[in-house]
């Protein structure tokens, strides 16, 4: 698998990534460590994860598979913090403390004295931004955090919190949703990471599974749509929009004699500046899969034609 510099840093991580949001919860040990070997040996080394995926059970397992079945050497270790909830319940404080308190959860949960990238999960407006930054700033500088990022920040506030800090602790990388279902961030993040030299780490590349073309004629029993966990979750790109995108890029698989899974993959990967592409599987079957699509290159006409039935809205003031 290639790997790729995270925007002008000189961190390197594998194009595609490992996310583990239904570890713990949906996905058990047995299921994680299949899908941790499949990855490593195809070249991963990105492990992408959350205090706040299963209130804590992302990171508990991710860590239990560090200490034995690969080597934390091996892997670029990536959580987050200023997100959390209980029974359903979605909290957000990017306060100082509640960072710090979140960074030392995470780091024992994971069984490790440092992660390589730390992100702030989400923006708030109720903390001052340059207290949420203060807290990346003494991560990196108490030796927790190697590098540190922003994750579903808007294209301002990705400018704001690239403009406050400076040094070793600038933020390399944003993280947002990006998929031909959900081109949203190509108005103004993309363009904003793209001049600040931050990297793009692209979660639910596959709109949340609909892309796959499973939900074309229902809803699978053992889908995440199916899940009371995440149901809610991928039902929002179960409408007539999406359903066109999806036909289009199950065409494009026909033709290229490969999955959908593969085409909707391969259209994000190439996508600028697109650092890493993160995969969420619930079997090492499905993962296996998505890894293939390192061997997929989209001929140009396919290409527009996927930008073309996808394309997203965008008018004044971006195209002024």
Partial sequence: MEEHAVGRSGLRVSRLG??????GRDTDEHEAADQLRAFVEAGGNLIDTAASYGEGAAE????????????????VLCTKAG?????????????????????????????????????????SDEVPLAETLSALEHAVSTGR???????????????????????????????????????????????A??????????????????????????????????????????????????????????TAADGLGCSPVEVALAWVREQDPVACVLLGARTAAQLRCALSSEQVTLPHEIRAALDEVSAPRIGYPERF
Avoid: C
Avoid at 60 to 75: H, K, M
């Fill in 18 to 23: 490992l996310g583990t949001l239904t570890w």
């Fill in 60 to 75: 508990e397992l991710v860590g239990s598979l560090l200490t034995g079945t690969v080597e934390r050497d091996d892997v």
């Fill in 83 to 123: 997100v959390s909830g209980k029974d359903g319940a979605r909290r957000l404080d990017t306060s100082r403390r509640a960072m710090l308190a979140g960074l030392d959860g995470s780091l024992r949960r994971l069984r490790t004295d440092h992660v390589d990238l730390w992100l702030v999960h989400a923006w």
């Fill in 145 to 191: 955090a190697r590098y540190t990022g922003i994750s579903n920040y808007a294209g301002w506030q990705t400018a704001l919190a690239a403009a406050r800090v400076t040094g070793p602790a600038s933020p390399v990388v944003t993280e947002v949703e990006y998929s031909l279902v959900q081109r949203g961030v190509e108005r103004e993040v993309l363009p």
């Fill in 193 to 250: 990471a793209l001049h600040l030299g931050m990297g793009v780490f692209a979660w639910s590349p596959l709109g949340r599974g609909v892309l796959s073309g499973k939900y074309r004629s229902g809803t699978p029993a053992d889908s995440r749509a199916a899940s009371p966990h995440l149901a809610a979750f991928v039902g929002q790109y179960l409408d007539t929009g999406s359903r066109r995108v999806v036909d289009a890029v199950v």
